[in-house]
């Protein structure tokens, strides 16, 4: 969607760097959904963020959402091949509760050992 | 894991046929959806339902149709599938205490 834009689309990094994603909107985000995939597989979720300056860590993942609730980013510390997948950040641009989600592209994120 | 199934999870099936995919809850979740993924275009949103009976359009509804008779089965009806609706399917609810959005494991259908 153009909507929301994920950079970058793909991301080969070594085994115990750090990197970050971001999903930036073009709208006022009344939530963002993080969500990790591997290939031909299900959506695994990951966090949810519906404040501004709200920011949220699972285990060596932490995902932020700005004050403007425009951009989020998704940081991973220590990176491992665990960590392998696509990243997707899925937004809500309405503040029913039907929760109907808008996703980026995904970014690929590649962990080499 | 918020209970959901999907069925069938793949499928071939001809242009023409009607096709049908089930999605299947066990926890008394209201709300459920429907969405397809597909290669440069992402999750996007087929219909959606808020209840027994109760749904409504989302992105991409043209040539989908949907119903939910009780609260655990969610059906997505391709009428006469056709080429343009290979794709995979993916079923969520939403749960939890903020109303997160869990997705099921997903139906692979094939339209030849």
């Known amino acids: 969607s153009q909507e929301l834009e994920q950079s970058p689309q793909s991301l080969i990094v070594q085994e115990g760097k750090n990197l970050t994603i971001n999903c930036t909107s073009s709208k006022t985000l009344y939530g963002l959904y993080w969500y990790k995939q591997k290939y031909g597989e299900g959506l695994i979720f990951l966090m949810m963020?519906?404040?501004?300056?709200e920011e949220k860590s699972h285990e060596k993942i932490t995902a932020k959402l700005d004050e403007k609730k425009q951009q989020s980013s998704l940081h991973i510390t220590a990176s491992q091949p665990s960590h392998a997948g696509i990243y997707l950040c899925g937004a809500e641009f309405s503040s029913g509760s039907a929760r109907q989600l808008t996703f980026g592209s995904g970014t690929q994120l590649t962990v080499l050992p | 894991d918020a209970g959901i199934t999907q069925s069938p999870r793949h499928k071939v099936t001809e242009t023409g046929t009607p096709v049908t995919l089930r999605c299947h809850q066990t926890?008394?979740?209201?709300?459920m959806y429907w969405y397809r993924q597909d290669p440069g275009h992402g999750l996007r949103l087929i219909h959606y339902s808020y209840g027994v009976k109760d749904t409504d359009k989302g992105e991409v509804s043209d040539g989908y149709s949907v119903s939910r008779s009780k609260t655990e089965d969610f059906l997505l009806t391709l009428e006469s599938a056709t080429s343009s609706q290979t794709s995979v399917y993916f079923c969520a609810i939403t749960s939890g205490l903020a109303n997160e959005q869990f997705f099921g494991p997903g139906t692979r259908l094939t339209v030849l």
């Open positions: 926890e008394n979740h209201r709300y």
């Open positions: 963020l519906q404040k501004g300056g």
